[in-house]
């Protein structure tokens, strides 16, 4: 079970104006639309009768764990049998297991985006992938751990997540923590601790002086930071990965042995605090320190807010927005789901000028077209509901494909480009228009026409390779009047897209369906359609004309907005 818990603010602490505006549709879809990863028709629908208080319970409603992936189709591994899991089992001399625990991971991660129920803790999980741009750590099994750590424990208190991320074994590879000692401290971790995961750094106001920390404060904080190293790590031993600390490498200032005598004394950006030696536990302490300069959680403030609401933080938003729910953040201990619903829950948020604002990422983007359209349930692949599935290698093939499609768009999530994180969230001026340059949106269209053609190919069951497409009468028969053509376009410009169309645009699309016909053609093909399911004089065109209408939408503009 994951920690979403949304806790309450004391009194004293305000927060943000709470939005008391109108409530429907347009607002549910844009909560949830920041919220989740494509919203399913029933979702926005029920999010818009139930009100806004509801829906935020709905949202930060602590979800189940998946469980973990599995060995979907290799049979040379000793230790795992095809549809055990791997995530514990060792590296096999002369096997190179990572013939499908690759893909493995990577269908996993995808099928349980497109399966994910109705909260925030997928789009949270992604929030905290990008803030620790950790990048080819290479060992699966860690790789998994990570993810898992994101899922549990996204919601709960920042400095509880600084705290475990610090010493996860896969934090502890991908900078060298591993190899930090007394002798030689690394300054890898310290330095990203201080300048991207808390505090962050300010405009230099001196030499090696960063307004929030000081050079001399990474060289302080690699010392403390020592000791700690990786088990079982690209090992053939049984048991899980892991960390541990060990007492012999680490910088005890009070040992008389100690190469360095000197006391772990931080700059007067941190009240010139003295770390002493704790052993494991030291650590915490130096991230105690952190937790208590105001900066940090308005640092992390800023990072919500460029990710759920919008890149542009003005002095206005400074002081109105990031301000206060950095002090809210503070007075509930840091924590980020009780935070980020106090945000999503604020007059703010629902201003018409963050609606619709920013571009999608590949991840948004593709979800957006998968989870509203229930993914491939009308074929039974859904992982959520067939673990044990006879085609669990299609289902399987299925995420590694669409993953392979977001990495292909410069959104790989286990690879990620910097330690900063994509560009996006980050880079000004530009920040989401770094989504889209001529290659990306090439990209996009042609996997809009792949899709509303034949569908995705993948692998299945026996080796063949065939496409495996979308159910695109099923999702018009769940509308709300599918016998009505200005309804069907009306309801899919609700479910898909930020803002209205000009009348224009809707007649364009509504024609796709009608190809030149008046509007109660659609009405007759629809009920012929009804009448006999199964007769494919009749399905093949209104498929055809359904799959052309989709085509059109998911190329607008619009569509990549949210």
């Not at 690209?234 to 360095?260: A, I, K, L």
Request: charged share 20%.
């Amino acid at each position: 079970m994951s920690t979403l818990t949304a806790t309450v603010a004391p009194a004293a602490v305000n927060g943000l104006p709470g939005y008391n505006g109108p409530w429907g549709k347009a607002q549910a879809a844009h909560l949830l639309r920041r919220s989740i990863m494509g919203p399913k028709r029933q979702e926005i629908l029920e999010a818009s009768t139930s009100g806004l208080s509801a829906t935020l319970d709905k949202l930060f409603a602590p979800p189940a764990l998946p469980p973990p992936p599995i060995n979907h189709f290799f049979t040379q591994d000793p230790n795992v049998a095809v549809g055990k899991t791997w995530v514990n089992s060792p590296y096999v001399a002369g096997v190179d297991v990572g013939k499908y625990r690759y893909p493995s991971l990577r269908g996993w991660y995808v099928n349980n985006l497109i399966d994910s129920p109705c909260t925030i803790n997928e789009r949270l999980t992604l929030f905290w992938i990008n803030h620790f741009g950790m990048a080819e750590v290479s060992d699966h099994r860690a790789e998994y751990q990570y993810i898992q750590l994101f899922r549990e424990f996204g919601g709960a208190s920042f400095q509880t997540m600084i705290e475990k991320i610090t010493v996860h074994p896969a934090m502890l590879y991908f900078l060298n923590g591993d190899w930090s000692s007394k002798y030689e401290p690394n300054e890898n971790y310290a330095r990203e601790l201080l300048e991207l995961f808390t505090i962050q750094k300010g405009p230099q106001i001196g030499e090696g002086d960063y307004t929030n920390y000081t050079e001399q404060d990474i060289r302080t904080a690699a010392r403390i930071l020592t000791g700690w190293r990786t088990r079982r790590l690209f090992s053939r031993d049984s048991g899980p990965v892991d960390s541990f600390f060990n007492d012999q490498t680490h910088d005890d200032e009070t040992d008389p042995r100690n190469p360095n005598l000197e006391p772990k004394q931080l700059s007067r950006h941190f009240g010139n605090a003295v770390i002493v030696s704790n052993g494991a536990d030291e650590y915490k302490d130096l991230i105690a320190i952190i937790f208590q300069q105001p900066e940090t959680a308005r640092a992390i403030c800023r990072e919500l807010y460029r990710y759920f609401v919008y890149s542009d933080i003005t002095s206005e938003v400074e002081d109105t927005v990031i301000t206060p729910l950095a002090q809210f953040m503070t007075a509930n201990n840091f924590n980020v789901a009780a935070t980020l619903r106090e945000l999503l829950g604020s007059k703010h948020f629902y201003d018409i000028n963050v609606r619709g604002p920013f571009i999608k990422n590949p991840y948004e983007y593709y979800l957006s077209i998968l989870r509203p359209l229930h993914g491939f349930e009308h074929l039974d692949l859904s992982l959520a509901n067939n673990p044990n599935s006879s085609q669990i290698r299609t289902i399987y093939n299925i995420g590694t494909a669409y993953f392979g499609w977001a990495s292909s768009a410069d959104m790989d999530v286990f690879t990620l480009p910097t330690v900063a994180g994509w560009k996006a969230y980050y880079q000004a001026p530009n920040y989401y228009r770094n989504w889209i340059g001529s290659a990306s949106l090439q990209l996009r269209r042609k996997s809009v026409r792949d899709l509303t053609y034949q569908g995705i190919y993948v692998q299945i069951e026996g080796g063949e390779y065939k496409p495996r497409g979308l159910g695109w009468l099923e999702f018009v028969e769940r509308l709300t009047i599918p016998e009505d053509v200005i309804e069907v376009v009306q309801e899919c410009i609700d479910i898909f897209l930020p803002r209205e169309l000009h009348p224009d645009q809707f007649d364009a699309l509504k024609n796709e369906l009608l190809r030149g016909q008046q509007d109660r053609e659609w009405t007759i093909q629809w009920n012929s359609y009804l009448a006999s399911p199964s007769n494919p004089d009749i399905t093949r065109p209104l498929t055809n004309n359904i799959k052309s209408f989709f085509r059109a939408l998911f190329s607008m503009a619009e569509f990549h907005l949210q």
